[in-house]
């Protein structure tokens, strides 16, 4: 299975700033994405992370809300802008392998806003 | 667009009972059927998946069944230990061949509790 880094694991954050939230893969992906899972909820795709170009934004997320950069093949990063008490949910960082059906997730990141 | 729907929201059973928890989906073009593992704190995990030219998979204690016709799909944990106690969660998607790819649709999550 691929293996998914991000970084940071958790951050409490005060309303009105932003956060960003980098989640590194290894070879094996070549396609990244991003999701939002609020408390107790399922997850819900924000966004597909395209390598050297804008990111394909989910009905509902914007770019200017959540901007993603995908410089490599290997590392994307996920900016939650202008933040507040709503945006507090985990942000998952998947990968897939291009051809392959099969699709891992990082660990998540915990984001709290006060 | 597609639709999961997934059953029960909970589950309670003992240690060494049999536990069952079912998804529909709407979409009958959807082909590829994972089920995720989420324990408390980390990220969900891939532990079994099924496509749409197979019946039924097993790996060890758990198994999948897909019921194309009625548009179902069913994870199966037989003999059950409290380490199965997380979040399971269904997805489908669509899967076009080559290097195109559906989107995964998640359905809204069973939380299983193995009582010791």
């Known amino acids: 299975s691929a293996v998914i880094s991000q970084k940071p694991s958790r951050d409490i954050c005060q309303r009105g700033t932003s956060l960003t939230i980098q989640c590194q893969v290894d070879?094996?992906?070549?396609?990244m994405f991003w999701y939002r899972q609020q408390p107790g909820q399922s997850l819900t795709l924000i966004a597909t992370a395209n390598q050297g170009s804008e990111a394909t934004y989910e009905s509902g997320f914007v770019i200017d809300k959540f901007p993603i950069s995908r410089p490599n093949l290997t590392f994307s990063t996920l900016t939650v802008s202008n933040m507040s008490p709503e945006d507090s949910s985990i942000y998952l960082c998947?990968?897939?392998?291009?051809?392959?059906?099969?699709?891992?997730f990082g660990p998540g990141t915990r984001l709290t806003v006060l | 667009g597609e639709n999961v729907e997934q059953h029960p929201s909970t589950l309670s059973v003992q240690e060494g009972d049999s536990a069952v928890i079912k998804c529909t989906y709407s979409?009958?073009?959807?082909?590829?059927f994972p089920w995720y593992k989420q324990e408390l704190g980390k990220g969900p995990q891939l532990i079994i998946d099924i496509r749409s030219n197979v019946g039924e998979k097993k790996d060890q204690r758990i198994a999948v069944t897909l019921n194309k016709t009625a548009k179902h799909f069913s994870l199966h944990i037989t003999e059950t230990q409290p380490e199965d106690s997380a979040v399971y969660f269904c997805a489908a998607s669509r899967y076009a061949g080559g290097t195109s790819y559906g989107k995964l649709t998640f359905g809204q999550g069973t939380i299983l509790t193995v009582h010791p």
């Open positions: 998947s990968g897939r392998t291009a051809g392959r059906n099969e699709q891992f």
């Open positions: 979409d009958s073009a959807s082909n590829y």
């Open positions: 070879s094996q992906v070549t396609m």
